[in-house]
């Protein structure tokens, strides 16, 4: 083995050398056929460990002195791989040639090779540092000749070659889960073992198990952690209520979705002679949950509860997250609260922070909330709550008024249910509505979340911030360029400000662009992340910010509850502090990374239950909104569905059409009929592949009014459903 590295090292750094494929190098050295296997690994060995690099065409060279970086790399659902590097720099495109086969997720050393017009870098992938995925999703094909996996996620554009498994019934067709194990060409085709069978596509549940299998998020508990909660006793010590501040005589109730299991966060407020005084009582998870113990690991690994499209994978056992931490209705619960008085304007003016005790007086759903305050109806029999509702409907209302002249910024974000039947088919979807029920709430807790981030600011206790760094500026500028064609002249300062962005959104309500602007500006700015480092939150407007609303269902939030814990009993000093810094570092980025993952299992079990939908709704016609433009053809989302589908310019077959992917429209040549970006049309669902979850539409009108519009292609026979529901919660 050495003696073939000196030999290669001594053959690629003479002068004379020209880049030679591993075969050609062998027939240079006088390799023989026998000790051929063993001198190629040593090539591939020396390629992984950086002492050779491999150029286009597989040929071997020493590496030159060379700019290279180590980052993540990710896949376009088109297949192409950007990388983005670890230090925080500009994500890098890299060499469809030279990506080694890498997968979604895997952590990459990548060497830079150029640009790509004046900001992309482009770069290639040398080593695969380490594989982060292991498993893949796939339907199971048997052919004469082979048997393999396609994978299901469309990124991967090749398939697994497997062996038929050993004591397992596996049909023609099947989902499987594959392991997948080395292979000699990553780039053609993976290697791997079926380890289990989910079963047939259209089989009860097995589209959202495939997601669940593909994005590795668990599906049960492991003995350990069950048999540690079942046994935390249910009644509460004496001693532990003595010591806690005794809210059981106040009015307290909880507000959440009609068809909630877990119910962690209840409110309460009176009216004072300056002004209210609000309860924020969170379930106190921390109590139940110690640090390092099994409860406490499997939630930092789970990180957050994933709310999928038919059930939900909780971060906590049933016997915490449905029981012991829910404050259900007339039992005594251990919280955690945020006791705020704000004056008659809803400015805060002081604030508390305790461990306490409740009992819920009632458990109300949002629906029923929004009844009352649209009826005064519904609460005859209980005059203190619907007292209360008022009084909190009339201080949210202060607090949405102060929090848009701070300049926070409120995006209208189409959220969708789905409704299924007993065998999990899609039925029905709602796209819900934002109603004042929810906007309490969601005040409520930002107000709770924003007065626990500034307590331990002041007090400099190391904690884990909800950040949101503010946009880059060059991203900002291409969003404006784009919102010129609406005719729309914007500035958001140098550096952007949060002011200019919220009064821009507020001037596009109600204009026909602005569900794709406001879209475009989200994908625009940066995401929010966890970190112990307080740089704010660019995006509501506050100086510190940070999760203590949910600990039920976010780690974070639990972190924040045990360190308030310490300072409110005199635990806390400087040496919890020192150790603090040094975790909370890994657990943020540990939280954030996990939180991306779930988002997108969230995301693709909805997307394949629109695709099922609207396969049964072929024929259908639906108002959509124009969302994106490729050079064959467009985007549309489908408003009531939440869907995308696509437009081929080859089915508009009254004139030829053009793309202008500059101006982001479509131009008919004789015509001269343009469709653009943000366009209200309407649109027929002609084709729906539930493998692929591609959704090809027809065009039938343009309901945008134009003076170069020309005669609207209509389809007979066709009706528009439209579909309302009251919204759930939402993330910041």
Request: proline content about 4%.
């Amino acid at each position: 083995m050495i003696e073939f590295e000196q030999l290669i090292q001594q053959q690629v750094s003479g002068e004379k050398y020209r880049p030679a494929k591993t075969r050609e190098l062998a027939r240079k050295l006088q390799i023989s056929q026998k000790d051929y296997p063993a001198f190629r690994r040593t090539v591939k060995n020396m390629i992984d460990s950086g002492k050779l690099a491999e150029i286009r065409g597989n040929r071997i060279v020493v590496p030159p002195k060379m700019v290279t970086l180590i980052g993540v790399l990710s896949r376009t659902k088109s297949g192409r791989a950007f990388v983005k590097p670890d230090d925080g720099s500009d994500n890098i495109e890299i060499d469809r040639y030279h990506d080694l086969g890498g997968i979604d997720g895997d952590k990459v050393e990548v060497r830079l090779t150029g640009k790509q017009g004046k900001e992309l870098r482009v770069g290639e992938i040398i080593k695969i540092v380490e594989a982060r995925t292991t498993q893949i999703v796939g339907t199971y094909q048997h052919s004469r000749y082979a048997t393999f996996v396609k994978p299901d996620d469309r990124r991967l554009k090749v398939t697994v070659s497997v062996s038929p498994p050993k004591g397992m019934t596996v049909t023609d067709g099947a989902k499987v889960v594959v392991l997948l194990t080395p292979a000699d060409d990553p780039r053609i085709q993976l290697n791997g073992k079926i380890i289990e069978v989910l079963g047939m596509p259209g089989d009860p549940g097995v589209d959202v198990l495939s997601i669940i299998h593909q994005f590795k998020l668990p599906t049960s508990f492991p003995r350990a952690v069950i048999s540690e909660a079942e046994a935390i006793p249910k009644a509460i010590p004496t001693d532990e209520i003595a010591r806690r501040h005794d809210y059981r005589n106040t009015v307290v109730f909880t507000i959440d979705p009609e068809d909630a299991k877990d119910h962690d966060d209840a409110v309460s407020l009176e009216a004072t002679t300056s002004g209210y005084r609000l309860g924020v009582h969170i379930a106190d998870v921390s109590y139940y949950v110690h640090e390092h113990s099994h409860l406490d690991k499997e939630a930092r690994t789970r990180t957050a509860s994933a709310y999928l499209v038919d059930r939900v994978l909780p971060m906590l056992p049933e016997r915490l997250s449905n029981d012991l931490c829910s404050l259900r209705e007339n039992e005594d619960r251990l919280t955690m609260s945020a006791i705020i008085e704000l004056d008659k304007n809803g400015r805060v003016v002081g604030q508390q922070l305790e461990e306490s005790i409740i009992r819920s007086r009632a458990k109300l759903s949002y629906e029923q909330v929004q009844s009352f305050l649209d009826s005064g109806q519904g609460f005859e029999q209980n005059k203190e709550i619907a007292s209360t509702l008022r009084l909190m409907e009339e201080l949210a209302q202060k607090l949405i008024t102060n929090r848009m002249q701070s300049g926070s910024i409120d995006f209208e974000v189409a959220e969708y249910k789905i409704e299924l039947d007993d065998k999990g088919w899609a039925t029905r979807i709602l796209r819900r509505e934002r109603k004042m029920s929810n906007r309490i709430i969601e005040e409520f807790m930002l107000l709770a979340n924003k007065t626990v981030a500034s307590v331990l600011l002041a007090k400099n206790i190391p904690v884990l911030y909800r950040v949101h760094p503010s946009p880059n500026p060059e991203k900002l500028t291409s969003f404006i360029n784009f919102a010129a064609n609406f005719g729309h002249r914007v500035s958001f300062g140098l550096p952007p400000q949060p002011k200019f962005i919220a009064d821009f959104i507020s001037g596009l309500r109600g204009k026909d662009e602005q569900e794709i602007l406001n879209e475009l500006l989200i994908r625009s700015m940066q995401k929010a992340y966890y970190q112990p480092e307080n740089i704010g939150h660019f995006g509501l407007a506050f100086a510190s910010y940070l999760h203590f609303t949910s600990p039920i269902r976010r780690y974070p939030d639990l972190i924040v509850h045990r360190i308030l814990r310490q300072v409110l009993r005199g635990e806390y000093n400087a040496a919890k502090g020192a150790a603090l810094k040094s975790s909370l570092t890994r657990t943020g980025k540990h939280c954030s990374e996990q939180e991306i993952v779930i988002m997108q299992a969230e995301r693709e079990t909805l997307a394949i239950k629109q695709a099922e939908f609207l396969s049964r709704q072929l024929g259908e016609v639906y108002d959509g909104v124009i969302s994106g433009m490729l050079g064959f053809g467009f985007f549309v989302r489908i408003v009531d569905v939440g869907a995308e589908g696509m437009v081929r310019l080859s089915t508009l077959d009254d004139d030829y059409y053009t793309a202008d992917l500059e101006k982001f429209e479509v131009i008919g040549k004789r015509s001269r009929r343009s469709l653009r970006l943000g366009d209200k049309v309407k649109v027929q669902v002609v084709r729906v592949s539930l493998e692929s979850g591609e959704i090809d539409l027809k065009l039938v009108e343009d309901t945008r009014p134009t003076k170069r519009r020309s005669k609207m292609i209509q389809t007979p026979g066709t009706r528009t459903r439209t579909m309302q529901t009251p919204r759930k919660r939402r993330r910041r």
